[in-house]
Protein backbone atom coordinates (compact mmCIF):
# COMPACT_ATOMS: atom_id res chain seq x y z
CA UNK A 1 0.00 0.00 0.00
CA UNK A 2 1.35 3.37 -0.51
CA UNK A 3 1.90 5.95 1.83
CA UNK A 4 -0.86 8.14 0.57
CA UNK A 5 -3.61 5.43 0.48
CA UNK A 6 -1.98 4.10 4.31
CA UNK A 7 -2.29 7.77 5.66
CA UNK A 8 -5.86 7.72 4.08
CA UNK A 9 -6.66 4.16 5.34
CA UNK A 10 -6.12 5.32 9.36
CA UNK A 11 -6.18 8.94 9.13
CA UNK A 12 -8.74 9.89 11.87
CA UNK A 13 -10.25 13.48 11.86
CA UNK A 14 -12.83 14.97 14.34
CA UNK A 15 -13.63 18.17 11.98
CA UNK A 16 -15.75 19.64 15.11
CA UNK A 17 -12.75 20.08 16.81
CA UNK A 18 -10.07 21.22 14.50
CA UNK A 19 -8.06 17.72 15.47
CA UNK A 20 -6.48 15.17 13.69
CA UNK A 21 -4.40 11.95 14.00
CA UNK A 22 -2.45 10.27 11.81
CA UNK A 23 -0.95 7.04 12.98
CA UNK A 24 0.00 5.68 9.04
CA UNK A 25 3.74 6.28 9.46
CA UNK A 26 3.59 3.38 12.49
CA UNK A 27 4.20 -0.15 11.44
CA UNK A 28 1.66 -1.78 12.70
CA UNK A 29 0.31 -4.88 10.88
CA UNK A 30 -3.77 -4.29 9.48
CA UNK A 31 -4.62 -7.19 11.92
CA UNK A 32 -3.93 -5.23 15.09
CA UNK A 33 -7.89 -3.99 15.83
CA UNK A 34 -8.49 -7.47 15.58
CA UNK A 35 -5.39 -8.67 17.34
CA UNK A 36 -6.26 -6.60 20.16
CA UNK A 37 -9.96 -6.45 20.13
CA UNK A 38 -10.36 -7.75 23.61
CA UNK A 39 -7.52 -6.09 25.50
CA UNK A 40 -9.55 -3.20 23.72
CA UNK A 41 -12.83 -4.16 25.01
CA UNK A 42 -11.41 -4.51 28.62
CA UNK A 43 -9.84 -0.92 28.18
CA UNK A 44 -13.31 0.58 27.27
CA UNK A 45 -14.74 -1.17 30.28
CA UNK A 46 -12.28 -0.29 32.37
CA UNK A 47 -12.49 3.53 31.71
CA UNK A 48 -16.62 3.48 31.57
CA UNK A 49 -16.51 1.72 35.50
CA UNK A 50 -13.54 4.56 36.23
CA UNK A 51 -15.99 7.48 34.80
CA UNK A 52 -18.79 6.04 36.88
CA UNK A 53 -17.04 6.49 40.09
CA UNK A 54 -15.61 3.04 40.56
CA UNK A 55 -12.20 2.39 43.06
CA UNK A 56 -10.00 2.00 39.44
CA UNK A 57 -7.06 2.84 41.89
CA UNK A 58 -7.35 -0.33 44.31
CA UNK A 59 -4.01 0.01 45.91
CA UNK A 60 -5.11 3.31 47.98
CA UNK A 61 -8.90 2.55 47.60
CA UNK A 62 -9.81 5.53 45.65
CA UNK A 63 -11.89 6.96 42.60
CA UNK A 64 -10.15 8.02 39.92
CA UNK A 65 -11.85 11.59 39.28
CA UNK A 66 -10.16 13.91 37.38
CA UNK A 67 -12.30 13.51 34.20
CA UNK A 68 -14.96 14.68 35.88
CA UNK A 69 -13.05 17.86 36.52
CA UNK A 70 -14.74 19.25 33.03
CA UNK A 71 -17.48 18.38 33.39
CA UNK A 72 -19.24 17.84 36.65
CA UNK A 73 -22.07 16.49 36.46
CA UNK A 74 -20.24 13.24 35.53
CA UNK A 75 -18.82 12.69 38.60
CA UNK A 76 -21.03 9.87 40.61
CA UNK A 77 -22.94 11.81 43.59
CA UNK A 78 -24.75 15.23 43.94
CA UNK A 79 -22.00 16.29 46.66
CA UNK A 80 -19.20 16.07 44.53
CA UNK A 81 -20.22 17.17 41.59
CA UNK A 82 -21.80 20.40 43.69
CA UNK A 83 -18.04 20.20 45.40
CA UNK A 84 -16.44 20.69 41.71
CA UNK A 85 -18.77 23.60 40.45
CA UNK A 86 -18.66 25.64 43.41
CA UNK A 87 -14.64 24.74 43.40
CA UNK A 88 -14.35 26.25 40.03
CA UNK A 89 -16.57 29.09 40.66
CA UNK A 90 -14.73 29.85 43.38
CA UNK A 91 -11.15 29.96 41.83
CA UNK A 92 -12.90 31.75 38.61
CA UNK A 93 -14.37 34.57 41.04
CA UNK A 94 -11.11 35.24 43.34
CA UNK A 95 -9.44 35.36 40.40
CA UNK A 96 -11.85 38.36 38.58
CA UNK A 97 -11.47 39.74 42.44
CA UNK A 98 -7.96 39.88 42.16
CA UNK A 99 -8.47 41.58 38.80
CA UNK A 100 -10.33 43.99 39.84
CA UNK A 101 -9.01 45.05 42.69
CA UNK A 102 -11.29 44.13 45.00
CA UNK A 103 -8.73 41.87 47.07
CA UNK A 104 -5.78 43.53 46.85
CA UNK A 105 -2.17 43.19 48.34
CA UNK A 106 -1.65 43.99 51.95
CA UNK A 107 -0.69 47.27 51.06
CA UNK A 108 -3.79 48.28 49.25
CA UNK A 109 -2.21 47.93 45.50
CA UNK A 110 -3.86 45.37 43.02
CA UNK A 111 -1.19 42.48 42.72
CA UNK A 112 0.80 41.96 39.70
CA UNK A 113 2.17 39.03 40.16
CA UNK A 114 2.03 35.30 41.26
CA UNK A 115 4.18 32.85 42.53
CA UNK A 116 3.51 29.27 42.76
CA UNK A 117 5.08 27.25 44.69
CA UNK A 118 4.78 23.56 44.10
CA UNK A 119 6.39 20.26 42.62
CA UNK A 120 5.27 17.64 40.49
CA UNK A 121 1.81 17.61 39.52
CA UNK A 122 1.48 20.69 41.34
CA UNK A 123 3.70 22.79 39.28
CA UNK A 124 4.66 20.74 35.90
CA UNK A 125 0.47 21.84 34.65
CA UNK A 126 0.60 25.29 35.62
CA UNK A 127 3.84 25.49 33.98
CA UNK A 128 3.26 24.18 30.64
CA UNK A 129 -0.85 26.45 31.03
CA UNK A 130 1.65 29.44 31.64
CA UNK A 131 3.84 29.08 28.62
CA UNK A 132 1.52 27.90 26.22
CA UNK A 133 -1.87 29.79 26.10
CA UNK A 134 -1.55 33.24 28.58
CA UNK A 135 -1.68 35.99 26.91
CA UNK A 136 1.78 37.85 25.66
CA UNK A 137 1.41 40.19 28.42
CA UNK A 138 -1.01 38.65 31.31
CA UNK A 139 -2.99 40.83 33.95
CA UNK A 140 -0.44 39.15 36.46
CA UNK A 141 2.99 37.63 35.42
CA UNK A 142 3.63 34.29 37.09
CA UNK A 143 7.12 32.89 38.62
CA UNK A 144 7.77 29.07 40.35
CA UNK A 145 9.52 27.55 43.05
CA UNK A 146 9.36 24.01 41.96
CA UNK A 147 12.42 22.42 44.13
CA UNK A 148 14.10 22.96 47.23
CA UNK A 149 17.15 24.54 45.60
CA UNK A 150 18.21 27.51 47.69
CA UNK A 151 20.15 28.86 44.57
CA UNK A 152 16.75 28.40 42.42
CA UNK A 153 14.77 30.13 44.79
CA UNK A 154 17.39 33.30 45.29
CA UNK A 155 17.00 33.75 41.30
CA UNK A 156 12.96 34.21 41.87
CA UNK A 157 12.88 36.09 44.64
CA UNK A 158 15.41 37.99 42.83
CA UNK A 159 13.64 38.16 40.00
CA UNK A 160 10.81 39.31 41.43
CA UNK A 161 12.23 42.33 43.26
CA UNK A 162 9.74 45.04 45.01
CA UNK A 163 7.37 43.60 43.48
CA UNK A 164 6.75 41.04 46.31
CA UNK A 165 4.77 43.73 48.05
CA UNK A 166 1.80 43.03 45.20
CA UNK A 167 3.07 39.11 44.73
CA UNK A 168 0.35 36.87 45.47
CA UNK A 169 1.39 33.56 46.23
CA UNK A 170 -0.06 30.02 46.14
CA UNK A 171 1.53 27.47 47.51
CA UNK A 172 -0.23 23.77 46.14
CA UNK A 173 0.43 20.16 47.25
CA UNK A 174 -2.38 17.57 47.20
CA UNK A 175 -0.68 15.81 50.37
CA UNK A 176 0.01 18.88 51.86
CA UNK A 177 3.27 17.19 53.05
CA UNK A 178 5.77 17.32 50.37
CA UNK A 179 8.95 18.31 51.76
CA UNK A 180 10.39 20.50 48.81
CA UNK A 181 6.94 22.89 48.65
CA UNK A 182 6.98 23.12 52.60
CA UNK A 183 10.46 24.44 52.00
CA UNK A 184 9.47 26.72 49.25
CA UNK A 185 6.72 27.70 51.23
CA UNK A 186 9.21 28.97 54.19
CA UNK A 187 11.71 30.27 52.05
CA UNK A 188 8.63 32.32 50.72
CA UNK A 189 7.57 33.61 53.91
CA UNK A 190 11.14 34.08 54.78
CA UNK A 191 11.48 36.45 51.34
CA UNK A 192 8.01 38.42 52.46
CA UNK A 193 8.91 38.71 56.58
CA UNK A 194 12.75 40.53 55.21
CA UNK A 195 10.59 42.57 52.75
CA UNK A 196 8.62 43.92 55.55
CA UNK A 197 5.42 42.30 54.40
CA UNK A 198 3.01 40.23 56.15
CA UNK A 199 3.12 36.72 54.09
CA UNK A 200 -0.47 35.47 55.42
CA UNK A 201 -2.17 38.49 53.70
CA UNK A 202 -0.41 37.11 50.38
CA UNK A 203 -0.59 33.84 50.99
CA UNK A 204 -2.87 31.35 49.25
CA UNK A 205 -3.19 27.80 50.22
CA UNK A 206 -4.72 24.58 47.40
CA UNK A 207 -4.59 21.24 49.19
CA UNK A 208 -6.68 18.51 50.63
CA UNK A 209 -8.90 19.17 53.59
CA UNK A 210 -6.59 18.64 56.80
CA UNK A 211 -3.09 17.93 55.47
CA UNK A 212 -0.38 19.85 57.14
CA UNK A 213 -0.53 22.99 54.81
CA UNK A 214 -4.47 23.38 55.04
CA UNK A 215 -3.42 23.49 58.84
CA UNK A 216 -1.23 25.72 58.56
CA UNK A 217 -2.34 28.08 56.13
CA UNK A 218 -5.57 28.36 58.15
CA UNK A 219 -4.06 28.72 61.56
CA UNK A 220 -2.06 31.89 59.86
CA UNK A 221 -4.88 33.13 58.47
CA UNK A 222 -3.89 33.07 54.86
CA UNK A 223 -5.87 34.38 52.03
CA UNK A 224 -7.61 31.69 50.93
CA UNK A 225 -7.57 27.85 50.70
CA UNK A 226 -8.83 25.99 47.63
CA UNK A 227 -9.60 22.47 48.46
CA UNK A 228 -7.89 19.43 46.67
CA UNK A 229 -9.52 16.14 46.60
CA UNK A 230 -7.92 12.64 47.14
CA UNK A 231 -9.57 10.82 43.77
CA UNK A 232 -7.82 13.33 41.83
CA UNK A 233 -4.04 12.23 41.35
CA UNK A 234 -1.66 15.35 41.04
CA UNK A 235 -0.17 14.78 37.34
CA UNK A 236 -4.01 14.69 36.61
CA UNK A 237 -5.12 17.92 38.78
CA UNK A 238 -4.37 20.44 36.30
CA UNK A 239 -8.24 20.78 36.01
CA UNK A 240 -8.88 21.26 39.74
CA UNK A 241 -7.84 24.66 41.50
CA UNK A 242 -4.00 23.00 41.30
CA UNK A 243 -4.42 24.94 37.71
CA UNK A 244 -7.64 27.03 37.41
CA UNK A 245 -6.53 29.31 40.04
CA UNK A 246 -2.94 30.00 38.04
CA UNK A 247 -4.54 30.01 35.13
CA UNK A 248 -7.61 32.31 36.09
CA UNK A 249 -4.98 34.79 37.20
CA UNK A 250 -2.89 34.93 34.15
CA UNK A 251 -6.29 35.79 32.20
CA UNK A 252 -6.41 32.05 30.68
CA UNK A 253 -10.03 31.12 29.26
CA UNK A 254 -10.11 28.27 31.78
CA UNK A 255 -14.02 27.56 30.82
CA UNK A 256 -12.30 27.36 27.10
CA UNK A 257 -9.50 25.24 28.22
CA UNK A 258 -11.88 22.86 30.31
CA UNK A 259 -14.40 22.57 27.59
CA UNK A 260 -11.74 21.74 25.04
CA UNK A 261 -10.87 18.48 27.37
CA UNK A 262 -14.39 17.51 27.75
CA UNK A 263 -14.97 17.73 24.07
CA UNK A 264 -11.99 15.52 23.51
CA UNK A 265 -13.50 12.98 26.38
CA UNK A 266 -16.68 12.72 24.43
CA UNK A 267 -14.87 11.99 21.67
CA UNK A 268 -12.57 9.21 22.81
CA UNK A 269 -15.34 7.44 24.87
CA UNK A 270 -16.85 6.55 20.91
CA UNK A 271 -16.69 2.90 19.18
CA UNK A 272 -14.85 2.07 16.80
CA UNK A 273 -10.92 1.81 18.50
CA UNK A 274 -10.06 2.71 15.04
CA UNK A 275 -11.48 6.11 15.35
CA UNK A 276 -11.00 6.76 18.71
CA UNK A 277 -7.75 8.66 19.01
CA UNK A 278 -6.89 8.20 22.67
CA UNK A 279 -7.33 4.30 22.06
CA UNK A 280 -5.37 4.32 18.71
CA UNK A 281 -2.17 6.63 20.85
CA UNK A 282 -2.75 3.81 23.24
CA UNK A 283 -2.72 0.88 20.74
CA UNK A 284 0.26 2.69 19.04
CA UNK A 285 2.53 2.64 21.97
CA UNK A 286 1.83 -1.12 22.53
CA UNK A 287 2.40 -1.70 19.01
CA UNK A 288 5.61 0.31 19.03
CA UNK A 289 6.79 -1.13 22.46
CA UNK A 290 5.75 -4.52 22.04
CA UNK A 291 3.09 -3.90 25.38
CA UNK A 292 6.58 -3.37 26.91
CA UNK A 293 7.72 0.27 26.84
CA UNK A 294 10.72 -1.23 24.63
CA UNK A 295 10.67 2.33 22.47
CA UNK A 296 10.64 5.53 24.23
CA UNK A 297 8.13 8.33 23.08
CA UNK A 298 10.15 11.51 21.41
CA UNK A 299 7.52 14.44 21.60
CA UNK A 300 8.02 17.08 19.40
CA UNK A 301 5.59 19.50 19.11
CA UNK A 302 6.89 22.29 16.59
CA UNK A 303 5.36 25.14 18.70
CA UNK A 304 7.66 27.30 21.00
CA UNK A 305 4.84 27.78 23.66
CA UNK A 306 4.31 24.01 23.89
CA UNK A 307 8.11 23.29 24.42
CA UNK A 308 7.31 22.52 27.82
CA UNK A 309 4.53 19.80 26.91
CA UNK A 310 6.98 16.90 26.62
CA UNK A 311 7.54 17.97 30.23
CA UNK A 312 4.66 17.25 31.40
CA UNK A 313 3.61 14.17 29.82
CA UNK A 314 6.92 13.08 30.87
CA UNK A 315 5.01 13.12 34.52
CA UNK A 316 1.82 11.94 33.18
CA UNK A 317 3.21 9.36 31.51
CA UNK A 318 6.15 7.65 33.39
CA UNK A 319 4.69 8.38 37.03
CA UNK A 320 1.51 6.72 35.76
CA UNK A 321 2.99 3.63 33.38
CA UNK A 322 6.06 3.09 35.18
CA UNK A 323 5.01 0.20 37.47
CA UNK A 324 6.70 -3.20 38.81
CA UNK A 325 3.92 -4.91 39.03
CA UNK A 326 0.79 -5.62 37.64
CA UNK A 327 -2.47 -5.63 38.76
CA UNK A 328 -2.37 -9.17 39.44
CA UNK A 329 0.99 -8.99 41.11
CA UNK A 330 2.94 -10.26 38.80
CA UNK A 331 6.19 -8.28 38.13
CA UNK A 332 6.24 -6.60 34.98
CA UNK A 333 8.57 -3.02 35.11
CA UNK A 334 6.46 -1.83 32.75
CA UNK A 335 6.93 2.15 31.69
CA UNK A 336 7.55 4.53 28.34
CA UNK A 337 10.38 6.85 28.40
CA UNK A 338 9.04 10.43 27.61
CA UNK A 339 11.39 13.00 26.53
CA UNK A 340 11.73 16.03 23.95
CA UNK A 341 11.59 19.84 23.42
CA UNK A 342 10.63 20.88 20.27
CA UNK A 343 10.79 21.35 16.14
CA UNK A 344 12.58 22.59 14.50
CA UNK A 345 14.86 23.16 17.74
CA UNK A 346 15.86 19.36 18.14
CA UNK A 347 16.44 18.86 14.43
CA UNK A 348 19.84 20.63 15.49
CA UNK A 349 20.12 18.75 18.62
CA UNK A 350 19.38 15.23 18.88
CA UNK A 351 17.44 14.35 15.56
CA UNK A 352 20.47 12.87 14.29
CA UNK A 353 20.49 9.96 16.64
CA UNK A 354 16.61 9.79 15.73
CA UNK A 355 17.15 9.06 12.17
CA UNK A 356 21.19 7.30 12.10
CA UNK A 357 21.39 6.03 15.45
CA UNK A 358 19.73 3.10 17.72
CA UNK A 359 16.44 3.02 16.49
CA UNK A 360 14.63 2.58 20.22
CA UNK A 361 12.00 5.10 20.08
CA UNK A 362 8.80 6.54 18.24
CA UNK A 363 8.20 10.37 17.60
CA UNK A 364 4.94 11.64 18.33
CA UNK A 365 4.99 14.96 15.96
CA UNK A 366 2.51 18.14 16.92
CA UNK A 367 1.94 20.40 13.64
CA UNK A 368 -0.29 23.48 15.04
CA UNK A 369 -2.17 24.77 12.11
CA UNK A 370 -2.14 28.22 12.12
CA UNK A 371 1.50 29.85 11.86
CA UNK A 372 0.78 33.27 13.95
CA UNK A 373 -2.00 35.74 14.48
CA UNK A 374 -0.12 38.40 12.88
CA UNK A 375 0.49 38.87 8.86
CA UNK A 376 4.47 37.53 7.57
CA UNK A 377 6.76 38.58 6.01
CA UNK A 378 8.65 37.10 3.84
CA UNK A 379 12.29 35.08 4.59
CA UNK A 380 12.63 34.24 1.14
CA UNK A 381 10.81 35.14 -1.94
CA UNK A 382 6.89 33.78 -1.26
CA UNK A 383 8.07 31.82 1.91
CA UNK A 384 7.29 32.47 5.70
CA UNK A 385 8.88 31.41 8.69
CA UNK A 386 5.72 29.28 9.13
CA UNK A 387 6.26 27.80 5.98
CA UNK A 388 9.51 26.70 7.28
CA UNK A 389 8.25 24.88 10.43
CA UNK A 390 5.95 23.02 9.01
CA UNK A 391 8.35 22.14 6.27
CA UNK A 392 10.93 20.75 8.95
CA UNK A 393 7.96 18.97 10.64
CA UNK A 394 6.98 17.53 7.19
CA UNK A 395 10.79 16.86 6.13
CA UNK A 396 11.94 15.39 9.27
CA UNK A 397 8.80 13.02 9.45
CA UNK A 398 9.79 11.44 6.20
CA UNK A 399 13.70 11.28 6.80
CA UNK A 400 12.70 9.47 9.58
CA UNK A 401 10.32 6.98 7.52
CA UNK A 402 12.92 6.53 5.06
CA UNK A 403 14.72 4.93 7.49
CA UNK A 404 12.10 2.78 9.31
CA UNK A 405 11.83 5.33 12.67
CA UNK A 406 8.43 5.56 13.19
CA UNK A 407 6.14 8.40 14.38
CA UNK A 408 2.68 9.52 14.83
CA UNK A 409 1.56 12.85 14.36
CA UNK A 410 -1.27 14.67 15.99
CA UNK A 411 -2.81 18.28 14.33
CA UNK A 412 -4.35 20.91 15.78
CA UNK A 413 -5.79 23.67 13.97
CA UNK A 414 -4.08 26.75 16.40
CA UNK A 415 -2.92 26.80 19.60
CA UNK A 416 -5.21 28.35 22.20
CA UNK A 417 -6.65 27.09 26.03
CA UNK A 418 -9.45 24.80 24.20
CA UNK A 419 -6.74 23.13 22.05
CA UNK A 420 -4.09 22.86 24.97
CA UNK A 421 -7.23 21.32 27.12
CA UNK A 422 -7.88 18.49 23.88
CA UNK A 423 -4.16 17.68 23.88
CA UNK A 424 -4.28 16.83 27.57
CA UNK A 425 -7.45 15.41 27.69
CA UNK A 426 -6.24 12.97 24.76
CA UNK A 427 -2.97 12.18 26.49
CA UNK A 428 -4.76 11.56 29.73
CA UNK A 429 -7.38 9.23 28.75
CA UNK A 430 -4.64 7.33 26.57
CA UNK A 431 -2.96 7.22 29.51
CA UNK A 432 -6.25 5.25 30.60
CA UNK A 433 -6.57 3.14 27.61
CA UNK A 434 -2.71 1.87 28.06
CA UNK A 435 -2.81 0.97 31.53
CA UNK A 436 -5.66 -1.46 30.48
CA UNK A 437 -4.08 -2.76 28.01
CA UNK A 438 -1.35 -4.03 29.91
CA UNK A 439 -2.85 -4.20 33.08
CA UNK A 440 -1.43 -2.40 35.15
CA UNK A 441 -2.63 0.77 37.86
CA UNK A 442 -1.87 3.91 36.30
CA UNK A 443 -3.61 6.07 39.53
CA UNK A 444 -0.49 5.25 42.22
CA UNK A 445 3.07 5.93 42.37
CA UNK A 446 4.43 3.47 45.27
CA UNK A 447 7.78 3.98 43.73
CA UNK A 448 8.42 7.52 44.49
CA UNK A 449 8.16 7.06 48.36
CA UNK A 450 11.22 4.69 48.25
CA UNK A 451 13.42 7.85 47.55
CA UNK A 452 11.76 10.00 49.62
CA UNK A 453 12.26 7.75 52.59
CA UNK A 454 15.96 7.53 51.87
CA UNK A 455 16.28 11.39 51.71
CA UNK A 456 14.62 11.05 55.08
CA UNK A 457 17.05 8.82 56.47
CA UNK A 458 19.89 11.00 55.20
CA UNK A 459 18.95 14.25 57.23
CA UNK A 460 18.47 12.28 59.93
CA UNK A 461 21.70 11.26 59.98
CA UNK A 462 23.24 14.52 58.33
CA UNK A 463 22.31 16.38 61.33
CA UNK A 464 24.32 13.61 63.35
CA UNK A 465 27.23 13.59 61.44
CA UNK A 466 27.35 17.78 61.73
CA UNK A 467 26.86 17.15 65.66
CA UNK A 468 30.22 14.84 65.41
CA UNK A 469 32.44 17.07 63.95
CA UNK A 470 34.89 18.73 66.66
CA UNK A 471 37.79 20.89 66.40
CA UNK A 472 40.19 18.00 65.43
CA UNK A 473 39.76 16.78 61.89
CA UNK A 474 38.06 13.18 61.53
CA UNK A 475 38.17 11.02 58.15
CA UNK A 476 34.67 10.02 56.89
CA UNK A 477 34.78 6.59 58.34
CA UNK A 478 35.75 7.64 61.93
CA UNK A 479 32.89 9.79 61.94
CA UNK A 480 31.06 6.71 60.17
CA UNK A 481 32.38 3.95 62.72
CA UNK A 482 31.19 6.65 65.62
CA UNK A 483 27.71 6.83 64.15
CA UNK A 484 27.32 3.15 62.96
CA UNK A 485 26.34 4.82 59.48
CA UNK A 486 27.28 3.91 56.32
CA UNK A 487 30.74 5.64 55.37
CA UNK A 488 30.19 6.68 51.77
CA UNK A 489 27.36 8.66 53.05
CA UNK A 490 28.79 10.27 55.95
CA UNK A 491 31.63 11.17 53.17
CA UNK A 492 29.20 13.22 50.97
CA UNK A 493 27.87 14.87 53.95
CA UNK A 494 30.98 15.71 55.10
CA UNK A 495 31.31 17.70 51.51
CA UNK A 496 28.71 18.89 51.60
CA UNK A 497 29.13 20.82 55.16
CA UNK A 498 32.62 21.38 54.08
CA UNK A 499 30.97 23.24 50.66
CA UNK A 500 28.33 25.53 52.85
CA UNK A 501 30.96 26.77 55.38
CA UNK A 502 29.75 24.43 57.77
CA UNK A 503 32.93 22.17 58.30
CA UNK A 504 36.68 22.65 57.02
CA UNK A 505 38.06 20.29 54.97
CA UNK A 506 41.90 19.30 54.47
CA UNK A 507 42.64 16.82 51.76
CA UNK A 508 45.86 14.59 53.03
CA UNK A 509 46.19 12.87 49.81
CA UNK A 510 43.99 11.88 46.48
CA UNK A 511 41.65 9.03 48.69
CA UNK A 512 38.04 10.39 49.64
CA UNK A 513 39.25 7.79 52.60
CA UNK A 514 42.37 10.16 53.61
CA UNK A 515 40.14 13.35 53.87
CA UNK A 516 39.85 15.46 56.89
CA UNK A 517 36.64 17.13 58.21
CA UNK A 518 36.13 19.65 61.23
CA UNK A 519 34.57 22.11 63.26
CA UNK A 520 34.46 25.28 60.95
O1 LIG B 1 0.89 17.90 45.33
P1 LIG B 1 1.82 17.18 46.22
O2 LIG B 1 1.11 16.31 47.21
O3 LIG B 1 2.76 18.13 46.91
O4 LIG B 1 2.68 16.18 45.36
C1 LIG B 1 3.53 16.63 44.36
C2 LIG B 1 3.97 15.49 43.47
O5 LIG B 1 4.61 14.50 44.24
C3 LIG B 1 4.24 13.20 43.79
O6 LIG B 1 3.38 12.66 44.72
C4 LIG B 1 5.40 12.31 43.68
O7 LIG B 1 6.10 12.33 44.86
C5 LIG B 1 3.50 13.45 42.49
O8 LIG B 1 2.65 12.43 42.16
C6 LIG B 1 2.85 14.75 42.79
O9 LIG B 1 2.38 15.39 41.65
Request: hydrophobic fraction near 45%; aromatic fraction near 8%; charged fraction near 20%.
Amino acid sequence: MSHWDRFQKYFVRYSNLGFSIDISRMAFEDDLFSKMAGRIESAYKAMTELEAGAIANPDEQRMVGHYWLRNARLAPNDALQQEISETLAATLKFAADIHAGTVTAANGKKFTRVLVVGIGGSALGPQLVANAITPANPPLSISFLDNTDPDGIDRVVAQIGDELATTITLVISKSGGTKETRNGMLEAEAAYKAAGLDFAKHAVAVTGAGSELDKHSTAQGWLARFPMWDWVGGRTSLMSAVGTLAAALQGVDVLQFLAGAAAMDVETRQRPASENAAMLLALMWHHAGKGQGLKDMVVLPYKDRLVLFSKYLQQLVMESLGKEHDLDGKVVNQGIAVYGNKGSTDQHAYVQQLRDGVNNFFVTFIEVGKARDTASIEVDPGFTTGDYLQGFLRGTRKALAEKGRESITLNISELNAFNLGMLIALFERAVSFYASLVNINAYHQPGVEAGKKAATDFLAQLAKVRAELTVTGRTADEVAAKLGIDPEDAYHMLNHLAANAQAKMVLTGDSPALDQFAAP
